[in-house]
Protein backbone atom coordinates (compact mmCIF):
# COMPACT_ATOMS: atom_id res chain seq x y z
CA UNK A 1 0.00 0.00 0.00
CA UNK A 2 1.36 3.56 -0.94
CA UNK A 3 2.14 5.84 1.97
CA UNK A 4 1.00 10.05 1.68
CA UNK A 5 4.64 10.43 1.22
CA UNK A 6 4.93 8.51 -1.96
CA UNK A 7 1.99 10.45 -4.07
CA UNK A 8 2.77 12.48 -6.23
CA UNK A 9 1.33 15.69 -6.35
CA UNK A 10 -0.95 16.62 -8.32
CA UNK A 11 -0.43 19.06 -11.69
CA UNK A 12 -2.80 22.26 -11.88
CA UNK A 13 -4.47 21.10 -15.12
CA UNK A 14 -5.82 18.09 -12.38
CA UNK A 15 -7.00 21.04 -9.63
CA UNK A 16 -10.20 22.50 -9.48
CA UNK A 17 -10.07 26.33 -10.23
CA UNK A 18 -10.28 28.32 -7.44
CA UNK A 19 -13.31 30.28 -8.82
CA UNK A 20 -15.23 27.30 -9.13
CA UNK A 21 -14.70 26.15 -5.83
CA UNK A 22 -16.64 27.02 -1.99
CA UNK A 23 -15.51 30.09 -1.24
CA UNK A 24 -15.04 29.01 2.65
CA UNK A 25 -16.43 26.37 5.19
CA UNK A 26 -15.81 26.16 8.62
CA UNK A 27 -15.89 23.68 11.38
CA UNK A 28 -15.42 23.66 14.75
CA UNK A 29 -15.15 20.66 17.53
CA UNK A 30 -14.09 18.07 15.36
CA UNK A 31 -10.99 15.79 14.19
CA UNK A 32 -10.00 16.27 10.38
CA UNK A 33 -8.28 13.62 8.62
CA UNK A 34 -7.99 11.74 5.65
CA UNK A 35 -9.96 9.58 3.48
CA UNK A 36 -7.77 9.02 0.04
CA UNK A 37 -9.05 12.37 -1.62
CA UNK A 38 -11.83 13.53 0.64
CA UNK A 39 -11.13 15.30 4.22
CA UNK A 40 -13.17 14.26 7.05
CA UNK A 41 -14.65 15.48 10.07
CA UNK A 42 -15.61 13.61 12.98
CA UNK A 43 -17.58 14.87 16.17
CA UNK A 44 -20.46 13.24 18.33
CA UNK A 45 -22.84 13.27 14.89
CA UNK A 46 -20.65 11.23 13.19
CA UNK A 47 -17.90 11.66 9.83
CA UNK A 48 -18.39 13.92 7.25
CA UNK A 49 -16.83 13.32 3.91
CA UNK A 50 -15.99 16.80 1.61
CA UNK A 51 -13.71 16.49 -1.08
CA UNK A 52 -10.49 18.67 -0.82
CA UNK A 53 -10.47 19.87 -4.27
CA UNK A 54 -14.30 21.58 -3.57
CA UNK A 55 -12.69 23.93 -0.76
CA UNK A 56 -10.85 27.55 -1.26
CA UNK A 57 -10.95 27.72 2.17
CA UNK A 58 -11.34 25.65 5.68
CA UNK A 59 -11.86 27.90 8.85
CA UNK A 60 -11.06 25.71 11.38
CA UNK A 61 -12.38 26.79 14.88
CA UNK A 62 -12.28 26.34 18.41
CA UNK A 63 -11.84 22.61 19.44
CA UNK A 64 -10.58 20.99 15.81
CA UNK A 65 -7.89 19.05 15.58
CA UNK A 66 -6.29 18.02 12.18
CA UNK A 67 -3.78 15.32 11.64
CA UNK A 68 -0.66 15.64 9.29
CA UNK A 69 -2.42 13.86 6.37
CA UNK A 70 -5.16 15.81 6.28
CA UNK A 71 -2.88 19.33 5.70
CA UNK A 72 -0.89 17.35 3.36
CA UNK A 73 -3.95 17.04 0.84
CA UNK A 74 -5.01 20.46 1.82
CA UNK A 75 -2.05 21.83 0.32
CA UNK A 76 -1.58 19.51 -2.21
CA UNK A 77 -5.35 20.76 -3.16
CA UNK A 78 -4.06 24.45 -3.02
CA UNK A 79 -6.54 25.26 -0.57
CA UNK A 80 -6.12 27.30 2.22
CA UNK A 81 -6.21 26.53 5.75
CA UNK A 82 -7.09 29.35 8.67
CA UNK A 83 -7.49 28.86 12.10
CA UNK A 84 -10.13 31.22 13.58
CA UNK A 85 -10.07 31.62 17.37
CA UNK A 86 -12.71 31.88 20.18
CA UNK A 87 -15.60 33.80 17.84
CA UNK A 88 -13.13 34.51 14.62
CA UNK A 89 -11.16 37.54 17.09
CA UNK A 90 -7.96 35.57 16.21
CA UNK A 91 -7.14 34.72 12.35
CA UNK A 92 -3.86 32.45 11.33
CA UNK A 93 -3.56 31.42 7.52
CA UNK A 94 -1.44 29.53 5.14
CA UNK A 95 -1.66 27.58 1.52
CA UNK A 96 -0.29 26.21 -1.09
CA UNK A 97 -0.52 27.81 -4.69
CA UNK A 98 -2.98 26.40 -7.43
CA UNK A 99 -0.93 28.20 -9.90
CA UNK A 100 2.11 26.49 -10.00
CA UNK A 101 4.08 29.22 -12.05
CA UNK A 102 5.73 32.16 -10.61
CA UNK A 103 4.83 34.73 -12.96
CA UNK A 104 2.17 36.67 -10.70
CA UNK A 105 4.50 36.71 -7.93
CA UNK A 106 6.70 38.44 -10.28
CA UNK A 107 4.41 40.76 -11.83
CA UNK A 108 2.86 41.55 -8.26
CA UNK A 109 6.80 42.08 -6.92
CA UNK A 110 7.46 44.05 -10.11
CA UNK A 111 5.31 46.80 -9.33
CA UNK A 112 5.47 46.88 -5.62
CA UNK A 113 9.39 47.56 -5.98
CA UNK A 114 8.20 50.73 -8.14
CA UNK A 115 7.08 53.77 -6.08
CA UNK A 116 5.03 55.25 -9.20
CA UNK A 117 3.66 51.47 -10.20
CA UNK A 118 2.42 50.81 -6.77
CA UNK A 119 0.65 53.91 -6.39
CA UNK A 120 -0.87 53.09 -9.90
CA UNK A 121 -2.12 49.84 -8.32
CA UNK A 122 -3.69 51.50 -5.90
CA UNK A 123 -5.31 53.66 -7.65
CA UNK A 124 -6.59 51.07 -10.00
CA UNK A 125 -8.22 49.18 -6.61
CA UNK A 126 -9.88 52.11 -5.79
CA UNK A 127 -10.96 52.17 -8.95
CA UNK A 128 -12.48 49.46 -8.87
CA UNK A 129 -14.51 50.22 -5.60
CA UNK A 130 -15.40 53.64 -7.06
CA UNK A 131 -16.34 52.88 -10.96
CA UNK A 132 -18.31 56.13 -11.25
CA UNK A 133 -15.11 58.68 -10.29
CA UNK A 134 -11.79 58.81 -11.44
CA UNK A 135 -8.82 58.54 -8.89
CA UNK A 136 -6.07 58.77 -11.33
CA UNK A 137 -4.90 61.79 -9.93
CA UNK A 138 -5.65 61.24 -5.72
CA UNK A 139 -3.02 61.25 -3.68
CA UNK A 140 -3.15 58.23 -1.03
CA UNK A 141 -4.19 60.72 1.53
CA UNK A 142 -7.10 61.36 -0.74
CA UNK A 143 -7.90 57.54 -1.47
CA UNK A 144 -7.69 56.70 2.02
CA UNK A 145 -10.40 59.81 3.20
CA UNK A 146 -12.66 58.43 -0.38
CA UNK A 147 -12.62 55.16 1.49
CA UNK A 148 -13.51 56.51 4.71
CA UNK A 149 -16.36 58.03 3.65
CA UNK A 150 -17.10 55.33 1.77
CA UNK A 151 -17.20 52.67 4.72
CA UNK A 152 -19.25 55.56 6.97
CA UNK A 153 -21.71 55.91 3.97
CA UNK A 154 -22.37 52.40 3.84
CA UNK A 155 -22.65 51.85 7.63
CA UNK A 156 -25.62 54.15 7.72
CA UNK A 157 -27.15 52.59 4.99
CA UNK A 158 -27.38 49.91 5.82
CA UNK A 159 -28.85 50.08 9.53
CA UNK A 160 -30.99 52.25 7.78
CA UNK A 161 -32.12 49.06 5.70
CA UNK A 162 -31.96 46.45 8.01
CA UNK A 163 -33.12 48.58 11.59
CA UNK A 164 -30.20 47.74 13.31
CA UNK A 165 -28.88 50.17 15.27
CA UNK A 166 -25.31 51.80 14.50
CA UNK A 167 -23.04 53.97 16.23
CA UNK A 168 -19.79 53.36 15.10
CA UNK A 169 -17.53 50.86 14.52
CA UNK A 170 -16.18 49.49 17.61
CA UNK A 171 -14.60 46.62 18.73
CA UNK A 172 -12.40 45.11 21.22
CA UNK A 173 -9.56 42.37 19.79
CA UNK A 174 -9.68 40.87 23.12
CA UNK A 175 -13.43 40.40 23.54
CA UNK A 176 -15.20 39.67 20.83
CA UNK A 177 -18.53 39.88 22.70
CA UNK A 178 -18.10 42.97 24.52
CA UNK A 179 -19.36 45.28 21.08
CA UNK A 180 -23.33 44.82 20.11
CA UNK A 181 -24.83 42.87 17.72
CA UNK A 182 -23.59 44.81 13.98
CA UNK A 183 -19.90 45.41 15.26
CA UNK A 184 -19.46 41.27 16.29
CA UNK A 185 -21.38 40.58 12.75
CA UNK A 186 -19.00 42.92 10.58
CA UNK A 187 -15.69 41.56 12.84
CA UNK A 188 -16.82 37.98 11.60
CA UNK A 189 -17.41 38.89 8.06
CA UNK A 190 -14.37 40.92 8.01
CA UNK A 191 -12.37 37.23 8.81
CA UNK A 192 -14.03 35.42 6.85
CA UNK A 193 -13.39 37.77 3.92
CA UNK A 194 -9.76 37.80 4.90
CA UNK A 195 -9.83 33.74 4.45
CA UNK A 196 -11.09 33.81 1.19
CA UNK A 197 -9.12 36.43 -0.03
CA UNK A 198 -6.09 34.77 1.35
CA UNK A 199 -7.20 31.33 -0.38
CA UNK A 200 -7.16 33.22 -3.85
CA UNK A 201 -3.43 35.46 -3.51
CA UNK A 202 -2.04 31.66 -2.55
CA UNK A 203 -3.79 29.75 -4.89
CA UNK A 204 -2.59 32.08 -7.51
CA UNK A 205 1.22 32.00 -6.31
CA UNK A 206 0.89 35.87 -5.54
CA UNK A 207 2.64 37.19 -2.28
CA UNK A 208 0.42 37.58 0.99
CA UNK A 209 2.81 40.47 2.35
CA UNK A 210 3.34 42.92 -0.64
CA UNK A 211 0.50 44.92 -0.34
CA UNK A 212 -0.66 48.42 -2.59
CA UNK A 213 -2.90 49.89 -0.03
CA UNK A 214 -1.60 48.04 2.89
CA UNK A 215 1.39 47.84 4.10
CA UNK A 216 4.41 46.41 6.67
CA UNK A 217 1.97 43.26 7.47
CA UNK A 218 2.44 39.87 6.37
CA UNK A 219 -1.32 39.86 5.15
CA UNK A 220 -1.22 43.13 3.75
CA UNK A 221 -1.92 42.08 0.11
CA UNK A 222 -4.72 39.77 1.63
CA UNK A 223 -6.04 42.89 3.04
CA UNK A 224 -6.15 44.66 0.04
CA UNK A 225 -7.74 41.89 -1.97
CA UNK A 226 -10.07 41.74 0.70
CA UNK A 227 -11.04 45.65 0.72
CA UNK A 228 -12.68 45.56 -2.80
CA UNK A 229 -14.86 43.81 -1.41
CA UNK A 230 -16.22 44.39 1.67
CA UNK A 231 -19.05 47.00 0.91
CA UNK A 232 -20.58 45.02 -1.91
CA UNK A 233 -20.51 41.66 0.47
CA UNK A 234 -19.03 41.26 3.77
CA UNK A 235 -21.11 44.66 5.49
CA UNK A 236 -24.30 43.50 3.93
CA UNK A 237 -24.37 40.06 5.16
CA UNK A 238 -23.14 40.99 8.27
CA UNK A 239 -26.00 43.73 9.09
CA UNK A 240 -28.18 40.83 7.44
CA UNK A 241 -27.15 38.51 10.52
CA UNK A 242 -27.44 41.09 13.16
CA UNK A 243 -31.03 42.38 11.87
CA UNK A 244 -31.80 38.54 12.96
CA UNK A 245 -30.95 39.39 16.72
CA UNK A 246 -27.34 39.10 18.60
CA UNK A 247 -27.52 35.05 19.24
CA UNK A 248 -24.87 33.42 17.42
CA UNK A 249 -24.49 36.23 15.13
CA UNK A 250 -20.98 35.15 14.13
CA UNK A 251 -22.08 31.65 13.18
CA UNK A 252 -25.23 33.62 10.61
CA UNK A 253 -22.92 35.85 9.63
CA UNK A 254 -20.14 33.60 8.16
CA UNK A 255 -23.72 31.46 6.66
CA UNK A 256 -24.96 34.81 5.08
CA UNK A 257 -21.45 35.41 3.42
CA UNK A 258 -21.05 32.46 2.06
CA UNK A 259 -24.24 32.53 0.32
CA UNK A 260 -23.76 35.98 -0.96
CA UNK A 261 -20.24 34.87 -2.02
CA UNK A 262 -22.21 31.75 -3.92
CA UNK A 263 -24.64 33.79 -5.34
CA UNK A 264 -22.65 36.62 -7.16
CA UNK A 265 -19.77 34.62 -8.36
CA UNK A 266 -17.02 36.96 -6.63
CA UNK A 267 -14.77 33.99 -5.89
CA UNK A 268 -13.92 34.07 -9.56
CA UNK A 269 -14.42 37.80 -10.01
CA UNK A 270 -11.82 37.75 -6.84
CA UNK A 271 -9.03 36.15 -9.47
CA UNK A 272 -9.96 38.28 -12.45
CA UNK A 273 -9.87 41.24 -10.49
CA UNK A 274 -6.33 40.18 -8.98
CA UNK A 275 -5.01 38.79 -12.50
CA UNK A 276 -6.02 42.31 -14.27
CA UNK A 277 -4.46 44.88 -11.21
CA UNK A 278 -0.94 43.47 -11.25
CA UNK A 279 -1.23 43.35 -15.16
CA UNK A 280 -0.57 39.58 -15.49
CA UNK A 281 -1.83 37.16 -18.12
CA UNK A 282 -4.35 34.29 -16.93
CA UNK A 283 -1.84 30.63 -16.19
CA UNK A 284 1.73 31.05 -16.84
CA UNK A 285 4.07 28.09 -17.12
CA UNK A 286 5.69 26.73 -14.03
CA UNK A 287 9.09 25.26 -15.98
CA UNK A 288 11.61 25.67 -13.88
CA UNK A 289 14.40 27.96 -15.58
CA UNK A 290 17.60 30.32 -14.16
CA UNK A 291 17.90 33.61 -14.81
CA UNK A 292 21.00 34.97 -16.92
CA UNK A 293 22.08 38.31 -18.25
CA UNK A 294 19.84 40.71 -20.51
CA UNK A 295 16.70 38.69 -19.28
CA UNK A 296 17.68 35.75 -20.54
CA UNK A 297 16.59 32.03 -18.82
CA UNK A 298 18.08 29.20 -18.94
CA UNK A 299 17.10 25.62 -18.67
CA UNK A 300 17.60 24.90 -15.07
CA UNK A 301 18.94 21.33 -14.16
CA UNK A 302 22.11 21.49 -16.54
CA UNK A 303 25.55 22.45 -15.66
CA UNK A 304 26.23 25.91 -17.08
CA UNK A 305 29.83 25.93 -16.79
CA UNK A 306 31.75 26.55 -19.94
CA UNK A 307 34.14 23.85 -19.69
CA UNK A 308 36.49 25.08 -16.80
CA UNK A 309 37.39 22.53 -14.02
CA UNK A 310 36.70 23.52 -10.74
Not at 271 to 298: E, F, H, N, Y
Amino acid sequence: MSTVGRRGAATPRELTRVGDRSSFLYLERCKVSRDNNAITATDADGVRHIPSATIGTLLLGPGTEVTHQAMTLLGDSGAGVVWVGERAVRYYAGGRALNRSSSLAEAQASAWANQQRRLGVARAMYRLRFPDEDPSSCTRQQLLGMEGRRLKECYRRESARTGVPWLRRDYDREDFAAGDAANQAVTAAAQCMYGVAHAVVAALGCSPALGFVHSGHELSFVMDVADLYKVEAAIPAAFDAAAEGPEDVAGRTRRALRDRIHATGLLERCVGDVQSLLGAAPGGTDRMTVQSDWGIRLESGRNHDDGNEW
